[in-house]
């Protein structure tokens, strides 16, 4: 049995010893040109005029492309509204306008401080709420609606209102954009690139050139990292690339450097939430209102699915009766958003936890009974907002099982104990949930074609449409299909995505990489397995695998098979707002401890308990190591990535020096991960649960902890922002006593 096993990272060792290839390791070309751009210098304005030639005097400058060297310039994953180089309007500081071909990377940066930009500056618009005043909207939510939200609310015995300020997050992905785009005979061109999606990218760069779409092969071995912020944004860096190999007849390699990637392209949405809230004594929601603000940024790219994933997020892992969910998303002058890993859902899901520890600190009661009073039931209570039912439901399993591992209601005691004994230090402790969709929201997204060729040495090669970004759906796939051969995982490569052997990819993205590629790819492998069986049956006896396959070659059975998989079963209507959105619902608990040093705001992650449901996990070293840097990655988001600016609108947090990820010493002291032994689900891959974005959402127990915390401390209700850095952690903290 492959599939289950904790087989190795298929890259691991080329990680650790270097060998690994990525696209700034290919070798260069004779004759390859090095790419660049130069950006905006304002926030909002028009361009007048781009002067480079100063730049074109430097020796090795070979040229400068605007954006009337384009077939085509306008680009979008939903809406065609953005440009690939600014030809009138500025949208954000930094927005590329021109493009830069050089033979070496320092006559490049030479002629990119050489070009003169000439603009009218305009006035720019920063807040999500001014946006809004003023009518700056690039999509408005229909909304999601059960029951009637305004009457139950009036009915409501007690009603909170407020708002959550929650703050954008860089990828921080280690490889920055990149891609080194081949001109072939013909006109063709081979992309290499860093991407998820690399038939956005093929399309992307055809229509910006003019060329038709079989013209173009991108291929994708691997990504130093992507997280989302390359399933749009990596295309249009290699549409400048591809520009300059089409019209130079060279190689063309664009490489950004962390402070033109992190400066240029978009980030997590940031979001401002209002509710309302009605409730009974008890903590029990009776009725929600909510009205979801996004930040799209200067262009709209993803941002209509984002919004729309937080909308369906919004309620948890909770039932609520009577619930209206609005939204929208605005235009401001900032780097146009995102995807990023959760796609919407941790926006969503942290505003009902924030609400759900507003109750608890209203009533005076302990938020954990509050939750576990509102979850999903699994006979009654399980439908969800949008008329899903909540299929296989373990979370109050999930509840009651990590409170007791966790030893929740001892350290509820002496975290009280500790903070009323204690000056200087304060800790808080607290449990949230995820019931995370897994599926794309956008159905024709839910699809996947796999090749599988088997050699006469019974050795497999599988190329599908999945992009490997250090996650492991490679090797997921590998074990998949081994499991289908009965042969071990070492006589199958899972080869580079190329869009020549897998055409109209999905993006590899909404955790759904290896539900839909490792099914496509199980069902070639079970229709060779098909062929195969009368020429077993004809032996005579039982043969090796290589026997029955060279045995199979000489008959003439074909030994290679393209598969194809659809997501069934989804049918929400948009139109209605109701259906069944997702297949299923990867689920998951809790617990975070933290503890505050007072004068000074410093936050210390102590110890992080998880338990989750992944149905039967694919490979568990792999899916765990998913939970423990999904979830390490939200921390980063609730605690310490703050993203600043300066008065022009330009990201001043461009680089490692001055963006905090989180590092070992933000790492919780004590880390407990448990996946439960569920093999019930029949939604994923042999019955499997997607593990990428779920385990993101559980980070908002880090907030929801230092909420608890600070409440203890001041005894009311603090309108804490995410991220929770020192700086805020301090504004929400009364003077602490002289001891």
Not at 404 to 413: D, F, Q, V, W
Not at 511 to 520: C, H, K, R, T, Y
């Amino acid at each position: 049995m492959s599939v289950g096993r904790e087989v190795l990272h298929d890259s691991g060792a080329g990680h650790a010893t270097g060998e690994s290839v990525f696209i700034d390791d290919r070798p260069r070309a004779q004759g390859e040109l090095e790419v660049g751009y130069v950006g905006a210098p304002v926030s909002a304005g028009r361009l007048k005029r781009v002067d480079a030639a100063k730049a074109l005097a430097i020796p090795g400058v070979v040229a400068v492309f605007t954006a009337a060297d384009l077939r085509h310039n306008r680009w979008g994953a939903i809406v065609a509204d953005q440009p690939l180089l600014v030809s009138d309007e500025i949208g954000h500081i930094d927005e590329p306008v021109c493009v830069v071909a050089a033979e070496t990377r320092e006559a490049l940066e030479a002629a990119r401080r050489a070009i003169s930009i000439e603009v009218e500056e305009g006035a720019p618009v920063y807040d999500i709420d001014e946006a809004a005043a003023r009518g700056l909207i690039l999509y408005r939510s229909q909304g999601l609606s059960r029951g009637d939200a305004a009457a139950a609310m009036a009915r409501a015995p007690h009603r909170l209102s407020g708002s959550l300020e929650i703050g954008g997050q860089e990828h921080f992905y280690l490889e920055s954009q990149a891609s080194v785009v081949y001109p072939l005979e013909d006109g063709q061109l081979e992309i290499h690139t860093s991407s998820q999606h690399p038939t956005e990218v093929q399309h992307v760069c055809a229509e910006a050139l003019g060329l038709r779409q079989h013209q173009v092969v991108c291929v994708v071995k691997r990504m130093g990292g992507a997280f989302g912020g390359k399933e749009s944004q990596a295309a249009p860096f290699a549409a400048m690339a591809a520009l300059v190999a089409s019209r130079l007849k060279r190689a063309a390699r664009i490489v950004l450097s962390k402070d033109d990637d992190m400066r240029t392209t978009g980030k997590r949405h940031p979001f401002k939430n209002r509710y309302e809230v009605g409730f009974d004594a008890d903590g029990r929601i009776l009725a929600l209102r909510v009205e979801l603000r996004a930040d799209g940024g200067a262009y709209t790219d993803l941002s209509p699915s984002i919004l729309d994933r937080a909308a369906f997020h919004v309620d948890g892992a909770y039932h609520i009766p009577d619930i209206r969910v609005d939204g929208m998303v605005c235009r401001t002058n900032r780097h146009s958003n995102t995807a990023f890993r959760g796609f919407g859902g941790p926006q969503g899901n942290l505003t009902i936890e924030n609400i759900l520890e507003e109750i608890a600190l209203f009533l005076k009661k302990d938020a954990f009974e509050v939750r576990r009073l509102n979850v999903y039931g699994v006979d009654e209570r399980n439908t969800t907002h949008y008329g899903q039912l909540v299929e296989n439901n373990l979370l109050p399993e999930l509840f009651a099982r990590l409170h007791e591992t966790s030893g929740y209601a001892e350290r509820l005691e002496s975290v009280q104990a500790f903070n009323a004994s204690r000056v200087g230090k304060l800790r808080g402790l607290a449990m949230t949930a995820v019931k995370f969709g897994i599926a794309f929201t956008t159905r024709f997204l839910n699809q996947a074609n796999a090749l599988v060729n088997v050699h006469r040495d019974g050795t497999v090669q599988v190329s599908t449409g999945a992009t490997e970004m250090g996650q492991g759906v490679n090797t997921k796939i590998r074990q998949v299909v081994a499991e289908a051969f009965a042969i071990e995982t070492e006589m199958v490569r899972v080869m580079p995505t190329s869009t020549e052997k897998n055409h109209n990819t999905s993006p590899t993205a909404a955790s759904s990489g290896a539900d839909l590629n490792g099914a496509a790819a199980l069902a070639a492998c079970e229709e060779i397995k098909a062929r195969l069986a009368p020429v077993a049956q004809g032996a005579g006896k039982t043969l090796s695998w290589p026997e029955l396959i060279d045995r199979a070659y000489r008959e003439r059975v074909a030994l290679g098979a393209y598969g194809y998989f659809r997501t069934e079963g989804l049918d929400f209507d948009a139109a209605t707002r109701r259906g069944r959105a997702f297949k299923y619902f990867t689920q998951g608990t809790a617990v975070s401890e933290v503890e505050i040093d007072e004068y000074t705001g410093d936050l210390k992650l102590r110890r992080v308990d998880i338990l989750m449901d992944l149905g039967r996990p694919l490979n568990c070293g792999i899916d765990r190591g998913q939970v423990v840097g999904g979830f390490i990655q939200g921390a980063g988001w609730m605690t310490t990535e703050s993203l600043a600016y300066d008065a022009k609108g330009r990201l001043t947090s461009s680089s490692p020096t001055t963006y905090k990820i989180p590092g070992i010493q933000d790492a919780p002291r004590i880390f407990n991960v448990v996946l439960l032994d569920q093999p019930g689900n029949d939604g994923g891959i042999r019955r499997s649960k997607a593990s990428g974005e779920p385990p993101l959402l559980l980070s908002a127990s880090v907030l929801m902890a230092v909420k608890n915390a600070l409440s203890q401390r001041s005894g009311s209700l603090p309108g804490l922002r995410c991220p929770a850095t020192p700086e805020e952690i301090l504004m929400r903290l009364p003077e602490p006593a002289q001891g």
